[in-house]
């Protein structure tokens, strides 16, 4: 009797819940509707092609306008989708689950396939297209393309380029902050040409530098060399210390010798394999160095004990039997400057100049404060005190405590207890500040008429708003270079606020996609935000059906150092989930290549997008009671 009244109970509620649900979602699709008529002006600018991805896209804005969660859990109840998995096909996953609803509370339902930009099937090929249009067609047997990073050697070194191609790049990304226009014409020379040996097409993603803020030189720190043995853990010495002697010019031999000195090309001339060199070091200890070999560049010379040599050394040739001859060191490896930085340290940004360390000498002269200027000081005027500042990609942070004619006083905020050293040419992030930069610098309007001849599309990297994509856009109308592909780099926190006019922006051409620029964003938006933010960013490419470049340390460990780290693995494997994965340079690029083709072909059998797949899972395939196979 009690079973069948908690049986009348619930089906009860199951009806009268249908019910409320169905209003509910004639509420939210009219709300779509709504939408899509408020961006008209939007839909009506983009390309014919994207359409129905547009329309979709204002359809997804007003799914997620409001928290659906309580909707979605309502859902679930009763066995129905929860509109959770419909950010491609969003009016008509919606449509479906009102059909289902209908028919559960005995309603007519009659299909609305004409308020549909797109059903799953058709908005799958939708991506599939767009992304082919802008990256090219997907490798055999990986749908997921892989995107390479160039090294500055790449210009020069033709087999560099065709190991990558031969070990599966699909992209090459030519990075237009560094290099000029000759290195990147050999680059792309290279690229075509082994693309044609290996018998399939490799695209190529060319990056303009953009606005970015960068710290300036800062002075060169002492010229000192220092020289060490290695010794073991007692401190006996296991292979002596080895240094090149050579005139201006020569080359080291740097797998030989851990360092270079220049010396007078007479007294050099003079040295035979088996002389001694003694001198007084820098810390006036006495040393002696014995040449072991000598060759037409110079001499190669070790030592036993550590030596630390400034320009002031002098070296005194020891023969036997003959008589000592000096020479004076005539050139050393200069250091680069180094701004060194603690926690609640003043640090001055300047508008120019070269910046300054904080030396014993300038501290004798009450001149303490590091230096340093910024590449883009125009932005002075758009700060206001109280701002965070961070350096080189969020190592070092500060907070913005007096602005002046000169620059800003940033107080250090964020450092290791030891302190951090600060080098010229880092990143500067200003996530709070609202800076009005113009999209494309002097630079870039300069190698955009390099770019547009050479490349098959172009990164617009610290985009902000719509008008810097109809900028880019501009400039390549008027150097006949109107269909080609535009990258869109969400790397700043307004960029990715801004990620919605953006991407209609985008889609009035023919091939656009989202790069998902970790590194800056990650400082922008706060490292403990970044997992969410390129959640929403998947999401929202996904709803425009556009393709996504996975970017910024993916196996960087691996292709830097050969050994990955257990975290970088699964990041790689996230990665799925876009239709292309970056990878920076290293020396270890090509087993990185390998390592990520695996992932990539492993995690494509058991997720699409955010879309689970049931592949059969083998390894549990014969799992029996009492746990024995």
Not at 98 to 115: A, K, N, V, Y
Not at 511 to 538: H, K, N, S, T
Request: aromatic share 4%; charged share 30%.
């Amino acid at each position: 009797m009690r079973h069948k009244k908690q049986q009348r109970e619930v089906d009860t509620w199951d009806e009268a819940a249908c019910k409320t649900l169905i209003d509910q979602l004639w509420s939210l699709r009219a709300s779509m509707l709504e939408n899509e008529s408020n961006l008209a002006d939007w839909l009506g600018s983009v390309d014919t092609s994207y359409k129905a991805s547009a329309r979709n896209l204002a359809h997804y804005l007003a799914l997620r306008r409001s928290d659906r969660r309580p909707l979605q859990e309502q859902l679930a109840r009763i066995g129905l989708s929860s509109l959770g998995r419909a950010e491609s096909h969003v009016l008509a996953n919606l449509d479906k689950v009102l059909g289902i609803l209908h028919r559960l509370t005995g309603q007519t339902w009659e299909p609305r396939s004409e308020d549909e930009p797109a059903g799953i099937q058709s908005s799958r090929k939708l991506i599939e297209r767009h992304t082919a249009d802008l990256l090219g067609a997907p490798p055999a047997g990986r749908a997921v393309r892989i995107m390479v990073t160039l090294p500055s050697e790449a210009a020069s070194d033709f087999g560099l380029v065709r190991r990558l191609v031969a070990s599966g790049m699909d992209i090459a990304r030519i990075n237009c902050a560094h290099d000029g226009a000759d290195e990147w014409k050999a680059m792309v020379a290279h690229i075509r040409r082994s693309a044609k040996v290996a018998g399939r097409p490799v695209k190529i993603l060319m990056d303009l530098g953009g606005p970015k803020l960068r710290t300036g030189p800062i002075a060169p720190g002492p010229t000192v060399l220092k020289l060490r043995p290695q010794r073991d853990d007692i401190g006996r010495v296991l292979s002596p210390v080895r240094v090149r002697l050579s005139t201006a010019g020569a080359t080291t031999p740097l797998a030989v010798a851990q360092g270079q000195i220049v010396v007078d090309g007479e007294w050099l001339g003079r040295l035979a394999a088996g002389d001694y060199i003694d001198l007084v070091d820098a810390r006036g200890a006495d040393r002696s160095l014995q040449v072991v070999h000598r060759d037409d560049e110079g001499a190669l010379a070790e030592s036993e004990k550590t030596l630390y040599l400034v320009p002031e050394t002098m070296l005194k040739h020891r023969r036997k039997g003959g008589r000592p001859r000096i020479s004076r060191l005539a050139g050393l490896p200069s250091k680069a400057g180094l701004l060194h930085l603690k926690r609640g340290s003043t640090l001055h940004l300047t508008r120019d100049g070269i910046g300054q360390p904080n030396t014993a000498e300038r501290r004798k002269r009450n001149d303490a404060v590091p230096t340093v200027a910024c590449t883009l000081p125009e932005v002075f005027e758009q700060v206001c005190v109280g701002e965070r500042v961070w350096f080189d990609d969020g190592r070092i942070g500060g907070v913005i405590r007096a602005i002046g004619k000169k620059g800003l006083e940033v107080e250090i905020t964020h450092a290791r207890d030891s302190g951090e050293k600060l080098a010229g040419d880092k990143g500067i992030n200003l996530p709070d500040s609202q800076l009005d930069l113009p999209a494309l610098s002097e630079k870039d309007i300069e190698d955009l008429a390099v770019v547009a001849k050479m490349a098959d599309m172009v990164g617009l990297s610290f985009v902000h708003r719509a008008s810097d994509v109809e900028t880019l856009r501009a400039r390549l109308r008027e150097l006949g270079a109107a269909d080609l592909g535009i990258v869109l780099k969400i790397e700043t926190r307004r960029g990715f606020e801004n990620l919605p006019e953006l991407l209609f922006s985008a889609m009035a051409g023919k091939a656009a996609g989202v790069m998902i620029a970790r590194g800056d964003l990650a400082v922008e938006c706060g490292y403990e935000r970044l997992a969410e933010v390129q959640e929403e960013i998947l999401w929202a490419a996904e709803a425009a059906h556009m393709p996504v470049i996975w970017a910024t340390q993916v196996l960087e460990t691996l292709a830097k150092t050969g050994l990955p780290s257990r975290a970088e693995i699964t990041d790689a494997a996230m990665g799925e989930r876009a239709e292309c994965v970056m990878l920076n340079k290293g020396p270890h690029i090509t087993e990185a290549m390998r390592t990520l083709d695996d992932i990539l072909h492993r995690m494509q059998s058991h997720q699409a997008k955010k879309r689970p797949l049931l592949r059969a899972l083998n390894a549990w395939k014969n799992t029996k009671k009492g746990g024995k196979g």
